[in-house]
């Protein structure tokens, strides 16, 4: 049964998560043309600085889509595909470890009635429903990385599920950036395609992903 202080804790992390991500997105005005420049303002040092700007993203709710864009972008298809995948590796790990170590301190999760579901389904078969949602994601990537943390998920089973599940979604969006860059309306036209493809796919199974790995009733 959650308390009236439960509840005071529970409203004061939305209130400061809420007032981070309006600030993110519509105060700073996030796009991934700011994010190209920003990274390319570090010169050589671009790829530690995009690192670094991806890995502090669960805290602040800066968006990893346009964090990935900006990044391909800046770098193209290769090797902005690979700093992608460190810097979405590094923002998954902070989730992570935010949830796991700390998460419980300010919010008991588990006395959520839907919790209990989603921790046995994870205490199952965690890395098959990490690398499930990374790669249909139903769920936005930093509630994926919270979740894991909160479920106690196997670090390296995590990460493994993570960086598998997300590669196709990370070329899309690196393949996305670096067509925009090159301003050639035949390569822009084929990565729009791949990525309504995945869109698409990701639409299709949605219904299907969330009765297999029990977040839906049959």
Do not use: C
């Not at 999760?109 to 839907?114: C, G, R, V, Y």
């Not at 994870?122 to 909160?150: E, H, N, Q």
């Amino acid at each position: 049964m959650m308390t009236g202080r439960s509840w005071v804790k529970i409203i004061l992390v939305l209130l400061i998560f809420s007032a981070l991500a309006y600030t993110t997105h519509f105060h700073f005005e996030i796009r991934p043309q700011l994010i190209r420049d920003y990274i390319l303002s570090f010169g050589l040092w671009g790829p530690v600085a995009f690192f670094f700007l991806y890995t502090i993203g669960p805290f602040i709710f800066l968006p990893t889509s346009v964090l990935s864009l900006g990044a391909g972008l800046a770098f193209g298809v290769w090797p902005g595909a690979l700093y992608i995948v460190f810097g979405a590796t590094g923002a998954a790990s902070t989730g992570y470890i935010m949830a796991r170590y700390f998460g419980s301190s300010v919010v008991k999760i588990e006395q959520f009635a839907w919790s209990e579901k989603i921790f046995n389904q994870m205490d199952k078969r965690g890395f098959l429903y990490v690398f499930v949602l990374r790669l249909i994601p139903i769920v936005s990537f930093d509630l994926l990385s919270f979740l894991s943390g909160f479920a106690k998920v196997k670090f390296k089973y995590y990460l493994l599920a993570t960086v598998l599940g997300m590669l196709p979604g990370v070329f899309a969006y690196s393949f996305l950036g670096a067509s925009i860059a090159s301003g050639d309306l035949i390569m822009i036209g084929t990565a729009g395609g791949v990525f309504l493809l995945l869109l698409g796919i990701t639409y299709y199974f949605r219904s299907h992903v969330k009765r297999w790995l029990g977040l839906a009733e049959e």
